[in-house]
């Protein structure tokens, strides 16, 4: 039988729990989350648990990085399943706060991240980035983990929380964990429970055009022909928009193109069926 998983909702709190595993000689591995935890949350926790003595993980939707139109009120809730999917694989701890305890009354500071954010998700949604370091900047200030794993299939957010780190010297180890897929290939994220049956054929259509254009890539086609045939088979499959296909590099997301290219690149993408916005990345 499975322990019921401690849970604590206010910084003070927190502070407090870590602060006793540091006396006792433990390190700290940190897994942010803003819950209807699957799959790939949990293989980040256990990886995690595989760099640290003690694994914490959050749950908090965050307001500001949801624009006004975008699913805020909408997004999947299920604390007490999280709780249980965590437990079992091997999390110590669950941070849970309010609104209210993230953002008391006047908080009045945010964090942004020039240059790596200003494409791709960063003209998509414009003010997500800046929601996105402000909270995870706090996140890392109120846990002090020795580590914290992020996934990979938000490559662009994952590169966000890297350069901040380095430039707030935040001393913590920022792992990138491979991006966790269904058996056909989709990668797993939380709003994929807004995919109707018929949207959900679709949708997997995007891991296979990322794949398509990995692979012309690396044979040397032109970069700027294989992002225009791949946001055309988007387009041909059923998605209604494709925000964008754009080839990167790894590191800082500088543009690659137009011609071929050497050396290693990262495709990125973002694409809406129905109510849904899926994103995606594959590369070298």
Same mark, same amino acid.
């Not at 595993?21 to 699957?38: D, I």
């Not at 999947?76 to 437990?87: I, W």
């Not at 679709?202 to 045939?229: F, I, K, M, S, Y």
């Given at each position: 039988?499975?322990?019921?998983?401690?849970?604590?909702? #206010?910084? @003070?709190?927190?502070?407090?729990?870590?602060?006793?595993?540091?006396?006792?000689?433990?390190?700290?591995?940190? !897994?942010?989350?803003?819950?209807?935890?699957?799959?790939?949350?949990? &293989?980040?926790?256990?990886?995690?648990?595989?760099?640290?003595?003690? !694994?914490? =993980?959050?749950?908090?939707?965050?307001?500001?990085?949801?624009?006004?139109?975008?699913?805020?009120?909408? /997004?999947?809730?299920?604390? =007490?399943? %999280?709780?249980?999917?965590?437990? &079992?694989?091997?999390?110590?701890?669950?941070?849970?706060?309010?609104?209210?305890?993230? /953002?008391?009354?006047?908080?009045?500071?945010? !964090? #942004?991240?020039?240059?790596?954010?200003?494409?791709?998700?960063?003209?998509?949604?414009?003010?997500?980035?800046?929601?996105?370091?402000?909270?995870?900047?706090?996140?890392?200030?109120?846990?002090?983990?020795?580590?914290? !794993?992020?996934?990979?299939? %938000?490559?662009?957010?994952?590169?966000? +929380?890297?350069?901040?780190?380095?430039?707030?010297?935040?001393?913590?180890? +920022?792992?990138?964990?491979?991006? @966790?897929?269904?058996?056909?290939?989709?990668?797993?994220?939380?709003?994929?429970? /807004?995919?109707?049956?018929?949207?959900?054929?679709?949708?997997?259509?995007?891991?296979?055009?990322?794949?398509?254009?990995?692979?012309?890539?690396? *044979?040397?086609?032109?970069?700027?022909?294989?992002?225009?045939?791949?946001?055309? %088979?988007?387009?041909?499959?059923?998605?209604?928009?494709?925000? /964008?296909?754009? #080839?990167?590099?790894?590191?800082?997301?500088?543009?690659?193109?137009?011609?071929?290219?050497?050396?290693?690149?990262?495709?990125?993408?973002?694409?809406?069926?129905?109510? #849904? *916005?899926?994103? %995606?990345?594959?590369?070298?």
């Amino acid at each position: 039988m499975t322990t019921p998983l401690p849970v604590v909702r #206010t910084v @003070a709190n927190l502070r407090a729990q870590v602060r006793s595993w540091r006396q006792a000689g433990l390190n700290v591995g940190f !897994v942010p989350t803003m819950g209807a935890l699957h799959e790939g949350h949990l &293989s980040l926790v256990r990886l995690a648990r595989t760099k640290a003595d003690r !694994v914490v =993980a959050s749950i908090f939707v965050n307001p500001t990085q949801f624009a006004p139109h975008e699913d805020f009120e909408a /997004y999947p809730r299920d604390e =007490a399943g %999280d709780m249980a999917q965590l437990a &079992s694989a091997g999390c110590d701890l669950l941070f849970s706060p309010t609104v209210d305890e993230m /953002y008391p009354a006047g908080a009045a500071t945010t !964090v #942004t991240v020039e240059g790596i954010t200003a494409s791709m998700d960063g003209i998509a949604r414009p003010t997500h980035f800046a929601g996105v370091a402000t909270v995870v900047t706090k996140l890392l200030n109120q846990c002090a983990p020795d580590v914290a !794993v992020f996934g990979q299939k %938000d490559f662009q957010q994952l590169q966000v +929380i890297r350069r901040l780190v380095r430039d707030l010297d935040i001393p913590v180890e +920022i792992v990138g964990a491979p991006t @966790a897929r269904a058996d056909d290939g989709l990668a797993l994220s939380s709003r994929n429970a /807004y995919l109707s049956a018929d949207e959900r054929k679709v949708a997997v259509r995007l891991n296979e055009v990322l794949r398509d254009a990995v692979d012309r890539v690396r *044979r040397g086609e032109p970069v700027e022909a294989t992002e225009t045939h791949a946001i055309a %088979d988007l387009q041909a499959a059923g998605f209604s928009k494709v925000d /964008y296909v754009e #080839t990167r590099t790894p590191e800082d997301l500088a543009r690659l193109g137009p011609g071929p290219i050497a050396g290693p690149f990262r495709i990125l993408a973002a694409a809406h069926i129905g109510r #849904t *916005r899926l994103i %995606d990345n594959m590369g070298d």
